[in-house]
C-alpha cells in the first residue's frame, strides 16, 4: 500500500508565480525525496530530505519536512510552462527499506 | 552518462499472453528496480535487486511475473499469463545503492486486450 498522499491531486497557475504541493505520511520515516514526471517519461529525482532536516534547497526548489505534523511541501518558486508535470513524494521508513511513492499532485502551468 | 534504456518502447498483447520488457541500467549502479505504475498512481515497486541478488519482491505476483538479472547488470520482467489489470508502465530504475537517489528509464507502456 502506499503510504503517503500529496496534497492538491492537481494545479494550474499561472507561469511566474509559486507553486506548493504538499505530502503527507503515516508513520515516522528515515527521509523523504520528491521526484517529477514529465508526460510519458520516467521519474526524475529532486531532493531529498532526511528526517533530522527541515528544509532544503535546490535552484528554485525549496522542500520542507515537519516530522511532527508528518508532512512535507515542495515550492516551486518563479514557475515556468517546462515545470509542467506531475509531482511526487516518496518515503523510506528505514534506512534499508523500500521508498512508497503517493499517488503525486499533476502541475500545470498556463502560459 | 547514458541514462536508463528500456524496450519496447510499447506493447499490446492479448489477454493470457506473455510478454517480456528488458532495462539496462546506468554503468556501474548496483542497484535496479522495477516498478508497476498504473494510470494516474504512483509507481509500485515490484522487484529490487541488488547486483544479481533479490532484496525485495515483497509484491511482485510471483505466479504470473518473474524477473532475472543476470551478470548484474541488464535485467528483464516477464509476464506469464498477461490479466487485463496489468495494463500498466512498467519502470526500470538503477542507483548506486540502497539508500542513493534512483534514476528512471522512459518505461514500457502495456497494453492488455
Known amino acids: 500500500s502506499q503510504q503517503g498522499e500529496e496534497d492538491p491531486q492537481a494545479l494550474s497557475i499561472q507561469e511566474g508565480e509559486n507553486a506548493t504541493m504538499n505530502c503527507s505520511y503515516k508513520t515516522s520515516i528515515n527521509n523523504l525525496q520528491w521526484y517529477r514526471q514529465n508526460s510519458g517519461r520516467g521519474l526524475v529525482h529532486l531532493i531529498l530530505?532526511?528526517?533530522?532536516?527541515r528544509e532544503k534547497h535546490s535552484g528554485r526548489l525549496r522542500v520542507t519536512l515537519d516530522t511532527s505534523k508528518k508532512s512535507s511541501s515542495l515550492l516551486i518558486t518563479a514557475s515556468r510552462a517546462a515545470d509542467t508535470a506531475s509531482y511526487f513524494c516518496a518515503q523510506r521508513k528505514n534506512r534499508d527499506d523500500k521508498i512508497i511513492f503517493g499517488k503525486g499532485t499533476r502541475l500545470h502551468i498556463l502560459p | 552518462e547514458a541514462g536508463v534504456a528500456q524496450s519496447p518502447r510499447y506493447k499490446i498483447i492479448e489477454k493470457r499472453q506473455s510478454v517480456a520488457f528488458w532495462c539496462n541500467p546506468i554503468s556501474g549502479h548496483a542497484t535496479l528496480y522495477w516498478y508497476q505504475q498504473i494510470l494516474g498512481q504512483g509507481p509500485k515497486l515490484l522487484i529490487q535487486f541488488q547486483n544479481n541478488g533479490v532484496v525485495d519482491d515483497s509484491q511482485l505476483p510471483k505466479d504470473r511475473f518473474s524477473a532475472e538479472r543476470l551478470k548484474g547488470v541488464d535485467s528483464t520482467l516477464k509476464i506469464q499469463p498477461a490479466k487485463l489489470e496489468d495494463s500498466a508502465v512498467y519502470l526500470c530504475?538503477?542507483?548506486?545503492?540502497?539508500?542513493?537517489?534512483?534514476?528512471f528509464g522512459d518505461g514500457t507502456r502495456l497494453s492488455i486486450l
Open positions: 530530505i532526511r528526517s533530522n532536516e
Open positions: 530504475a538503477s542507483s548506486t545503492g540502497q539508500n542513493q537517489p534512483q534514476h
